[in-house]
């Protein structure tokens, strides 16, 4: 995507998640109707706009009008974007408790900020650059360019496996799991560089066992032999089903957050729902100004701080919504990490599994 094509996707999020329409500012073109007769509804008029429908009475029919309506939604989204933003970065707990509270007209609703957000962040995401097919590997790590460095490879591998053996601990078996499925990999790779060095045809490829029903081995075999011989198109496919269904990250996260709360009779679904989206939203607003920051040379200075700060941010967002002590907010601040762990992985395992089968 080019950076035109972004800017039109950021501009696109934006008019998206306007909370509120457009408004004029009554200059030139303008189409006045007449007493009792609302454009929009025919409802009577009282005022510079409809009591029933809340359209302007003055509405334009110019080219500037247009103009100033696409830019009053990009840079102003009606105020409520300025009034928002500073909470959202700095007090979050105080923007989710006022807007649950029913300040609602002052600030731009969390699912219109998220729809901005996602706009944004993906437009940023695919600028970066497009993914080529030879650029992305399916089912392992790329063999290496010469025999000598895959049986490196291979060696520091096994180095790897020896040492994690001496070692016991908490996720030493997923680790372990993971370096073996890795060695057997770069072992069938280097088998397969031999066998071209030597001029015979290599052996065939490892078949990939899966113990779900007959009936669906099949179509999962089919669908991810496709993507082995297109990884290019399986990444925008996953791509394309991340936009998507960005939204689920929501009610995904909405179970841990109720957890956190259980069986409260002051704090409703709705509002845990108000909080994770508002935090969503702001977890992505950092992943754009690092990707931003990155144009500038500063991608891992941005990324470091906003390492940081996201947790942070967690913190006085649960503090302050909540009401909570220091410690009772930073006990729930850890449990809130470890939830957006789980939720990430289910989100990451789905969108996989939707990007093969899709």
């Known amino acids: 995507m080019s950076e035109l094509e972004a800017a039109a996707e950021v501009a696109g999020g934006a008019m998206l998640g306007r909370a509120v329409e457009p408004v004029s500012d009554g200059k030139g073109g303008e189409v006045t109707p007449g007493p009792g007769d609302c454009l929009n509804c025919a409802a009577p008029l009282e005022g510079h706009y409809c009591s029933n429908c809340g359209q302007k009475v003055q509405i334009h029919r110019t080219l500037g009008g247009l103009v100033h309506d696409i830019v009053h939604g990009v840079l102003h989204l009606d105020g409520k974007f300025w009034n928002t933003l500073p909470l959202l970065v700095w007090r979050p707990g105080k923007l989710t408790r006022r807007y649950v509270a029913g300040q609602r007209a002052r600030f731009i609703s969390p699912i219109a900020f998220y729809l901005f957000t996602v706009v944004a962040m993906f437009a940023l995401v695919v600028s970066v650059g497009d993914v080529k097919s030879e650029d992305v590997t399916f089912g392992g790590a790329a063999a290496a360019d010469t025999i000598e460095e895959q049986e490196a490879r291979i060696a520091g591998l096994e180095e790897a496996l020896a040492e994690l053996e001496e070692q016991q601990g908490y996720g030493t078996e997923g680790i372990r799991t993971g370096l073996e499925a890795a060695l057997e990999t770069a072992e069938e790779q280097l088998e397969v560089m031999r066998a071209e060095d030597a001029g015979i045809e290599p052996p065939p490829a490892r078949q990939v066992s899966i113990t779900s029903s007959d009936s669906l081995k099949p179509l999962v075999e089919e669908q991810f032999e496709k993507a082995r011989a297109n990884p290019g198109l399986f990444l925008y496919k996953v791509q394309t089903k991340a936009y998507k269904l960005s939204w689920l990250l929501i009610p995904l996260s909405l179970p841990f957050l109720w957890l956190l709360f259980p069986f409260s009779r002051t704090w409703r679904m709705y509002d845990h729902a108000v909080f994770i989206t508002y935090s969503i939203s702001f977890m992505m607003l950092l992943v754009i100004a690092v990707g931003i920051a990155s144009r500038f040379g500063f991608g891992e200075l941005a990324g470091v701080a906003a390492l940081f700060y ?23 601040t850890v449990l809130l990490i470890l939830a957006a762990f789980i939720v990430l992985a289910l989100f990451a395992a ?7 089968v899709g």
């Open 310 to 332: 996201a947790p942070f941010h967690m913190f006085r967002q649960l503090r302050g919504t909540y009401g909570l002590s220091r410690l009772s907010a930073l006990v729930r």
């Open 350 to 356: 789905l969108m996989l599994v939707l990007g093969a």
